[in-house]
């Protein structure tokens, strides 16, 4: 199983950016899956994060300003980020649970995908 993350970028303050992540591999299921980000010098923190159900949760820092949805046809996640501020400036990394085909369940990183807002 392989997650590909992507749309990173230069902004700047008040812009958007989409951030995309689609995993690949011998997938049976994809349960929850997440967006996380580390800043420089900072701890890596759960920005949102989405059920397989559908239900989202976001960082406070966050809300109302990002935006998490899935393509499960895709199995492609998203973020939808709008009114970027420079403090978003950070790398961000998908993650996923996922359960392949034999029935190992497990979690699994992107690479991650720079994103620079600019004041």
């Known amino acids: 199983v392989q997650l590909q993350a992507s749309g990173g970028g230069l902004v700047q303050a008040g812009g958007s950016l989409r951030l995309s992540c689609v995993a690949s591999?011998?997938?049976?299921?994809?349960?929850?899956m997440y967006w996380y980000r580390q800043a420089p010098g900072k701890q890596r923190e759960l920005v949102a994060r989405?059920?397989?159900?559908?239900?989202?949760d976001y960082a406070e820092s966050v809300k109302g300003r990002f935006t998490i949805s899935t393509d499960n046809a895709k199995n492609t996640m998203y973020l939808q980020m709008d009114s970027l501020k420079p403090e978003d400036t950070a790398v961000y990394y998908c993650n996923a649970d996922i359960s392949v085909d034999g029935g190992y369940r497990g979690s699994y990183w992107g690479q991650g995908t720079l994103v620079t807002v600019s004041s």
């Open positions: 591999g011998s997938i049976s299921r994809t349960n929850t």
């Open positions: 989405i059920t397989i159900g559908g239900i989202t």
